[in-house]
């Protein structure tokens, strides 16, 4: 966690970095520590910033660690700040305070980050890369490079980088747009594989719910329907080549034997009645004992006597057979018996029993011969050779076991017949009831599939006589056609089911790459409005700045038209051409003309800038100037910025750091370096000749510090400093502006002092290569020995006497 304490007020400008742990290089910074509360004069007051500030670093002392530490507060979210490689697991703490009454303290980064995010327009290398852009050859360029920014010789602006993620947006599309052609011509290709000649993919298209919803279960009996079908093709097909043969096929006889117990009968006058026939009383039709008995005697006459009783009454005399004299009283009481036993109702009923008992014979005996008709099975062969028939001639017989009983009931009929008035006992009327309802359903079923097998002759019949076999051949053809494509859909229901979802997914991507396609449209007519804009607002302030910072430099209309051409790959972009000398240099385009490109497009922005509460930061704007550029740099940088609320300029540039010092008014100087093996901030007086003072008054009363190895790091920073600046700046006017002031620097030293200098040569170069080669840099070498032989050193350079 990091955490911030700031000051705030409403111009916001920053007093002092108070504070800076475990930030990159600066591993324990206070700005109280390193800088006293107080200065000399009540009107230079060095506790905090002023309005325009010159921090003074050399490289590898944190300058840039600093600026990062800034644009992170500036709402950069590329830039991590890291910890110091000695102290990975330490805290990391940021103090900040701002000119203001009210103090706010957070350990929240994004409350911090809203307070000073979009606070600070910053100038850097970084600035120069994003905004100019050049074809001339250096280590970014490529061919390709070239190719994407057109023909166009200077971009300024971000306009590369809009071309850049219209580009994107391009070649997202059409990476989008491929991969979905590949995906989807795959997907067809699999489903095309599965696919008969006869059925194409867009017929699958349609019947997408049909698919879906398919009953796998269903699977067998559509096979079974194909399989019968294409039997019936065959049999089509042989119909038309035989159709003359169609008119012989004979229809199938049905059953037409009744098996029911409910016979017809008519009585004495003529009337139609129903009798339901019941065995049991016609088995049981009998007379009475005694009558029996008398039948007994004359069993052997019976007959006779019968026949004689039609012949003979009461006024008979004569024997009807002999023609004798009946005795008187003989055989009267015999005839007179019969008479009353065998009177007409008796032999009425009788001649009803004998005819029931014949019919109900006659049931029993069709009951028994039950069974199809042989004929009907010739012609259901000749039948199916043309017809499909899938339905078989049932078998209507009943089995052997019935028929035995069918048969003694029978017998037993026979033998009431010939002793009509003697019981029967045994019936199985209850058995033969059943077997005639069983013999019934058996001729209802073979009738009802003679029907049918009728119905498809009598169909075909007609269908040969009216010429429209080749339509039921098609008929069955497309039948066979929707059977196959059934099947086909439940054995690759799976993968027709993944082809319609990759069938979603391709739409979609279309709406995505549709989309993709209206954003570059969008991007392409932005970027155009951009252009047109930036050209109209901007170029005229460039060319004024680029005027003042280097004279010699001219640039000229902005080649770039406002349009976007992505065939053509024309960016809309805002392009110079370069001058220098009146001589053509866009090919050969250098770092520092590249660097006053965008200093001009910088101070063109400052202007623009409508909100002026901003913090301005300048970072070596004047890499590879010459002095002139330094200078004139310098006195923009002083108007441009005036009415802002606060300056840093940064810089490693001992000539540019002077000419800042000098042009501009109502400042502060600070060195940047590293003691304590951290970065620190150095307020520098006026007067420079105090920092050496107070470091020199340091080395003096070196025997009282502890020596420590960060001491050793500290006081050889110090050595370094000391000795550098002092010979570059003092001795040889390194700082100076040109020749003529560096030689008054010179000569204000004096003879002596360069004897001195001269004299002790070898000590002074021994010195500096210590500094930089003893392990002060970086790291000290190990305990007593490295802080004994930094007090020799130290002792050395106060016995120069520089």
Known sequence: MILFLLTLRKKRMIKKLKTINNIFSYSFFEWDTINPVKGVNPNDPIDIFKKNNILFAENGNGKTNLINLLKVLNGVDSIKLEKHWDYPTENQNVVLELDNELSFNSGNWSEINGSLQDKFVIFDKYFTEKYVHSVGLDHHNTAQRKQERGKHIIYL??????????NKINRLKNEVSEKNSAFWTAEQDKISNILPEWLDIT??????????????????????????????????????????????????????????FKIKE?????????????????????????VKQTLSKISNKKSFIKTGLNLVDDTTEDCPFCEQKIKN??????VKDYQNIFDQTFLDEESKVKNRLQKYKTVLSSLKDLQSISSNVTSLQEAQKYVGVDISIPNCSLGEEDKKIIELEIQRVIDKEKNILNPVTGSTFEQIKNMVDRANALKKSYN????????????????????????????????????????????????FLRYFNAKNHNNQNKKVIENLEAIYQKLKEKIVEKFNKFANEYFELIKHYVKIISPSMEIFDVLGKGTYSRTGREPAQCGFE??????????????????????????????????????????????SFDAGKRKSTAEVIKSETQKFD?????????LFREFCLKEIPNRNFYYIFITKKSSSIHYVPKNRETIYQSFEEDFKNIGNINGSNENVVIYGQKLRFCLETKIKEDYFGYSQDNLSNMIEQVVEKGNQKFKNLIDNKETILNLYNYCNTGGLAHYPKDGSTSWNELNSKVQEYLNLNL
Do not use: M, W
């Open 157 to 166: 602006g971000n306009f590369t980088e809009y071309n850049q993620e219209i």
């Open 203 to 260: 017929k699958i298209d349609s019947e997408k719910n049909i698919i879906k919803n398919i009953d796998p279960l269903s699977l067998s009996s559509k096979q079974q329907t194909l399989e019968n079908q294409k039997k019936n093709l065959e049999k089509v097909i042989n119909a038309i080549k035989n159709q003359s043969e169609i008119e012989k096929l004979k229809n199938l006889d049905d059953i037409k034997t009744v098996f029911d």
């Open 266 to 290: 008519f009585d004495k006058n003529g009337k139609k009645t129903v009798y339901q026939l019941d065995p049991a009383k016609l088995f049981n039709f009998t007379v009475s004992k005694g």
């Open 329 to 334: 009283g003989e055989l009267i009481q015999i």
């Open 448 to 495: 009802n599939a003679v029907d049918k097998i009728n119905e498809k002759i009598n169909e075909l019949k007609k269908v040969a006589s009216e010429g429209k076999l080749d339509e039921r051949k098609t008929e069955i053809e497309n039948t066979i056609r929707e059977l196959e494509k059934s099947i086909l859909y439940i054995n690759h229901q799976k993968d």
């Open 578 to 623: 370069v001058q220098y000398n009146k001589k053509d240099c866009t090919n050969d385009l250098s770092e520092g003309e590249r660097q006053v490109i965008a200093l001009a497009f910088f101070f063109a922005q400052l202007k623009k800038e409508i909100s002026k509460d901003k913090i301005i930061i300048l970072d070596d704007p004047i890499t």
């Open 646 to 654: 606060q300056l840093f300029v940064f810089t490693c540039d001992p």
